[in-house]
């Protein structure tokens, strides 16, 4: 035998050893009566044995070489499954499968059993686990900070049509990745009042809370490709800090002596879904300073103990705020600074600024975070005096610099003094950070211009773009095997280190027909696992040769899945209305979560089944047209469903959706984009070639100028068009939903009086592009040759193109 077939032979025989050890001693199972999901977990624990070997490795260098630390710190990881992730990093992937084998265990079989960590809601969370794995992958010593959720996102049920939201337990199984560090925990403050006490200069102030919480730290290893390099996700748990009230509860007040432990593990009980607006914002704001205490803390601590010296600081960390939610650290931060370490105010003012950076994610002006004073106040005491404080010195500073505008003041105050007095977290957040960045180009630009465009007057240089990204080990080897081994076949191994600059070189071949072809076949496999997989979850069958038109996001009125309806039912007159037309076979696939309190997003899933339906049982349609609503969208839902789309919808309303990931996700995989010239969608475009995209509708500066003209009614751009007239006028009556025909009459109103998100306003153009999409799709030549240039130009949007940015411009570490 090669020595070569030698070593991997060991690697296998070591591998199945391992597992059967972790089966027997940790699981506590004999393999002749183990359950398939003992076999998940001896697997899991083997594999992360060979972590844990990578990863201290790495703890120890990081150490001895004191390099700058960067600390990611984020209210959301949305994860998904870590399972093939590790492994296939790790390398071990075949080595896996292989000794599985031959344990009569089936990998494919076992890696389903993993519940999806979906701590995080969308978007925001996703991005944050793609940096993750790229900041591994590049070797920047990265530790991501956040909250260990006992329950993420809500599992999304589809009940006659509705969304019904259910708890999701991923815990319930326990969780093989994680290490427990109960010795590693931190007491949290609420509450309480604050004294003063004079000394030589500066005061000395106390902060006596009221109510001590107790963050435990939950560490998971998170592997970079080929084992790079492993950093570690650290997850705080709360705890209560008191005993247990045995008085109390022998006293007969079972829940009583309870109470308190309830309260403060309620911290950690569950995600906080986004758009929630009213309810439950106090404990909002206790999970925010909960998890931004802890995570200073602990970095300060391991900051003094390896460096000694606060004024290192800027040198030695970096935190990255994800959006405003860890924003509450510009005013923790100075307050361990000033009143646990006495450092001078201004001192520890250049301290806080160099070390912080923000990331922005959002302009909606219902997603810029506030909180209520009183509340504050109530709760966190001495940060409220250091804001004002901020505040007091921040104006001065103006003025000093002879601004003096009533106006410019009044918005760049931390204060909002409108509606009861509230703390603006986005301006705590930009002035408490050396950097402030958007997501894409657009959404950069549209941050200068209105939402901190007087911020950007003052601090020119601070805010910077840095274009979102996403892990192509997940998002193309994982997700896509098959087309990763073509492409590995035609631009060689090297592809799989460095995708981002060798996807492009994938150019030169797209008028060669047999790639084209064989491209083509993969796809097709792709659909076919799609269509059995749609088969098994909701018993419908599908064509897989028809065009797969995709929208999978959450659903919001911006990212207009409406638009997408509308034009579904449109379609669906044109083929009832010739019946004998060759029409384009189309199969429309739709999934994604609304927050549980947006009723209107709701009603919009209720539309999608209603429609879905209808569509699904006329025959006189012949199977042309077929909609697929899958419920529960999820990251291991997407990795199924993106490589087997052949249309991405990217049709958010110009100017609102900040970047979006998922229409990277999807001409990564080869599918063509129908979109606006929205978040990163504008900048696929220079990359992809305008011939290779299908965009419309109106840009951000026309929306901007219609809606400065006041509400924008619907009703003329449907008077002007009578398809769209129609389809509205169908809904509105109830050809969709006969069981209650008023169901839609306010949602189809709604659109006639103020069409806020442009979707009568864009219809027609919408209309129109999609059929510029069916006449690329009848010349199979053309529509091959654009999706492999969709994939050969999407390579700059790996997350390790954005990492290195963040990485040399923003954190000061790598060259
Ligand atoms: C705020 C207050 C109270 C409760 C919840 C929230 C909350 C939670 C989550 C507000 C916003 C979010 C999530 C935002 C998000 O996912 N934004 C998306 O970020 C992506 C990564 O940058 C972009 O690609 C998307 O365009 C953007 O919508």
Redesign the pocket.
């Known amino acids: 035998m090669p020595q070569e077939h030698q070593e991997h032979a060991a690697r296998i025989a070591e591998f199945r050893d391992k597992v059967l050890y972790k089966l027997t001693y940790s699981v506590g199972k004999d393999p002749e009566h183990a359950f398939t999901h003992d076999w998940f977990e001896a697997v899991a624990l083997a594999t992360r044995d060979y972590l844990v070997d990578d990863w201290m490795g790495n703890t120890r260098r990081m150490y001895a070489s004191g390099t700058k630390r960067v600390y990611y710190l984020s209210?959301?990881f949305l994860i998904g499954r870590l399972l093939l992730d590790n492994l296939s990093n790790l390398g071990l992937l075949e080595v896996a499968r292989e000794a599985l084998a031959g344990l009569d265990v089936d990998i494919d079989q076992i890696r389903q059993l993993e519940p999806d960590a979906a701590l995080?809601?969308?978007?925001?969370?996703?991005?944050a686990a793609c940096f993750m794995e790229s900041m591994a992958t590049l070797g920047v010593a990265a530790h991501g900070y956040g909250i260990r959720y006992e329950h993420g996102l809500f599992r999304q049920a589809i009940v006659d049509g509705w969304q019904q939201e259910q708890t999701e337990s991923w815990l319930d199984f326990g969780n093989p990745w994680e290490f427990e560090r109960p010795e590693v925990s931190y007491l949290i403050g609420f509450g309480g009042s604050v004294s003063a006490i004079p000394g030589e200069g500066e005061p000395r102030h106390f902060w006596h809370w009221a109510e001590g919480v107790r963050a435990v730290a939950y560490d998971t290893p998170i592997a970079g490709w080929r084992g790079n390099s492993v950093n570690t996700l650290r997850l705080w748990r709360a705890r209560a800090e008191g005993e247990l009230h045995l008085e109390r509860f022998n006293a007969g007040d079972h829940v009583g002596a309870v109470e308190e432990e309830a309260r403060a593990e309620a911290i950690s009980r569950v995600l906080?879904?986004?758009?929630?607006?009213e309810a439950g914002?106090e404990l909002?704001l206790r999970q925010e300073y909960f998890f931004v205490s802890a995570s200073l803390q602990d970095l300060m601590r391991r900051h003094l103990k390896q460096h000694g010296d606060l004024d290192l600081l800027p040198q030695k960390a970096a935190i990255q705020l994800n959006?405003?939610?860890p924003a509450i650290a510009v005013a923790e931060l100075m307050r361990i600074l000033v009143d646990v370490h006495a450092v001078p105010w201004s001192r520890a003012w250049q301290l806080t600024v160099g070390t912080l950076a923000y990331?922005n994610?959002?302009l909606?002006p219902e997603?810029l975070?506030t909180w209520s004073a009183g509340l504050m106040e109530r709760m966190l005491p001495r940060h409220m005096q250091i804001i004002y404080l901020i505040n007091a010195e921040h104006i001065d500073s103006l003025r000093a610099r002879d601004i003096h505008d009533f106006e410019l003041l009044r918005a760049v105050s931390l204060i909002e003094e409108d509606q009861g007095r509230r703390v603006r977290m986005g301006n705590l957040a930009f002035l408490g950070s050396h950097s402030v960045n958007g997501?894409?180009a657009l959404?950069t630009e549209l941050m200068r211009k209105t939402v901190f465009s007087h911020l950007h007057a003052l601090y020119p240089q601070r805010i910077n773009s840095k274009t979102?990204g996403i892990t192509f080990r997940r998002w193309l080897f994982q997700a896509n095997p098959r087309l990763t081994a073509l492409l590995v076949e035609q631009l060689g191994e090297e592809l799989l280190d460095r995708p981002d600059e060798l996807l492009v070189n994938l150019r030169a071949d797209a008028d060669k027909s047999a790639l084209r072809k064989r491209f083509a076949e993969q796809r097709q496999l792709a659909k076919l696992s799609l269509c059995s997989l749609v088969q098994d979850r909701i018993g419908l069958q599908l064509d897989p040769s028809a065009l797969f038109d995709v929208q999978v996001k959450?659903i919001?009125e911006y990212k207009r899945q409406l638009l997408n309806l509308l034009h579904t039912v449109a379609l669906y007159q044109a083929m009832r209305d010739e019946p004998t037309t060759a029409w384009v076979p189309r199969v429309k696939i739709l999934a994604g979560k609304a927050a549980a309190s947006y009723q209107q997003a709701k009603l919009v899933i209720k539309l999608a089944n209603d429609i879905a339906r209808t569509i699904n049982h006329d025959p006189t349609l012949r199977g042309q047209l077929k909609v697929v609503f899958l419920p529960n969208y999820n990251v291991s839902l997407a990795e199924q469903i993106i490589p087997a789309a052949d249309l991405s919808e990217q049709i958010?309303t110009a100017g609102m959706?900040?970047?979006?990931?998922?229409n990277m996700k999807f001409a990564l995989n080869g599918a063509l984009t129908i979109g606006t010239l929205d978040?990163?969608n504008v900048e696929m475009l220079e990359r992809i070639g305008d011939e290779h995209m299908f965009i419309f509708g109106l840009n951000a500066r026309q929306v901007e100028m219609r809606r400065q003209e006041g509400p924008v009614a619907g009703e003329v751009a449907i008077s002007a068009s009578p398809r769209l007239h129609e389809v509205l006028q169908a809904i509105r009556s109830g050809v969709f939903s006969p069981d209650d025909p008023a169901r839609y009459t306010g949602l189809v109103d709604s659109l006639i009086w103020n069409d806020h998100f442009m979707v009568c306003a864009d219809f027609d153009a919408y209309w129109q592009a999609q059929a510029e999409v069916e006449e690329r799709w009848r010349d199979p030549r053309q529509w091959w040759r654009s999706a492999l240039m969709n994939c050969a130009g999407t390579g700059w949007f790996s997350s390790d193109r954005t990492i290195r940015e963040y990485a040399r411009e923003i954190w000061g570490v790598l060259e």
């Open positions: 209210l959301e995080g809601n969308g978007g925001l969370g996703r991005l906080y879904p986004a758009d929630s607006t914002q909002r959006d405003t939610h990331t994610h959002t909606l997603a975070e997501v894409s959404h979102n959450r919001h958010s959706e900040a970047s979006g990931t998922s978040g990163a």
